[in-house]
């Protein structure tokens, strides 16, 4: 009887110890995703090009649509966002053309309705409205790819960029 609850003892013990520490990594870690490299975002992006466009997917075997592919990449770093490009209407606050950086989400109107948010992009070369992004193209491309921002489809489709590395 005395060595059971030596054992209750003990591990009310050890349990209480480990509460703090899972306190302090919680702590690291939003810590680290607000110090997320841009960079990194980028480089890791990259390793996806060439992977098909598959509507609803964001499986990299199978293939990814253009918001499976942002969250997807953004879920590396420990950072969720919204799964449908219809989630990224409201979010944020829109950047100013010069405020653009690497990692940056650019956010467009569906090519058909201008009232509805239909693709998404992260910016991997941040220069205003003539910035690169890669992003899951349904397009001629039907891949990851990476494409200017100045081109006229994707111009007149612009509705904003967000940083969702410092929300």
Same mark, same amino acid.
């Given at each position: 009887?005395?060595?059971?609850?030596?054992?209750?003892?003990?591990?009310?013990?050890?349990?209480?110890?480990?509460?703090?520490?899972?306190?302090?990594?919680?702590?690291?870690?939003?810590?680290?995703?607000?110090?997320?490299?841009?960079?990194?975002?980028?480089?890791?992006?990259?390793?996806?090009?060439?992977?098909?466009?598959?509507?609803?997917?964001?499986?990299?075997?199978?293939?990814?649509?253009? #918001? *499976?592919?942002?969250?997807? +990449?953004?879920?590396?770093?420990?950072? %969720?966002?919204?799964?449908?490009?219809?989630? =990224? @209407?409201?979010?944020?606050?829109?950047?100013?053309?010069?405020?653009?950086?690497?990692?940056?989400?650019?956010?467009?109107?569906?090519?058909?309705?201008?009232?509805?948010?239909?693709?998404?992009?992260?910016?991997?070369?941040?220069?205003?409205?003539?910035?690169?992004?890669?992003?899951?193209? #349904? *397009?001629?491309?039907?891949? +990851?790819?990476?494409?200017?921002?100045? %081109?006229?489809?994707?111009?007149?489709?612009? =509705? @904003?960029?967000?940083?969702?590395?410092?929300?």
């Amino acid at each position: 009887m005395k060595s059971t609850i030596s054992i209750v003892l003990l591990a009310v013990l050890l349990l209480s110890f480990a509460t703090p520490q899972e306190k302090d990594s919680f702590k690291s870690i939003s810590v680290s995703q607000s110090e997320i490299n841009r960079d990194s975002i980028i480089e890791y992006a990259k390793k996806y090009l060439g992977t098909p466009y598959v509507y609803a997917s964001s499986n990299p075997q199978k293939g990814f649509d253009c #918001s *499976g592919f942002v969250s997807y +990449v953004f879920k590396n770093f420990g950072l %969720t966002l919204p799964r449908s490009s219809s989630g =990224y @209407k409201n979010l944020g606050k829109a950047l100013k053309p010069e405020d653009f950086k690497v990692g940056d989400v650019l956010v467009f109107y569906g090519y058909k309705d201008r009232t509805v948010v239909g693709h998404l992009g992260i910016i991997c070369e941040a220069n205003g409205m003539q910035s690169k992004f890669i992003h899951a193209s #349904s *397009g001629k491309a039907q891949q +990851v790819t990476i494409t200017a921002l100045d %081109t006229e489809h994707y111009t007149k489709r612009f =509705y @904003k960029c967000i940083d969702v590395l410092s929300e």
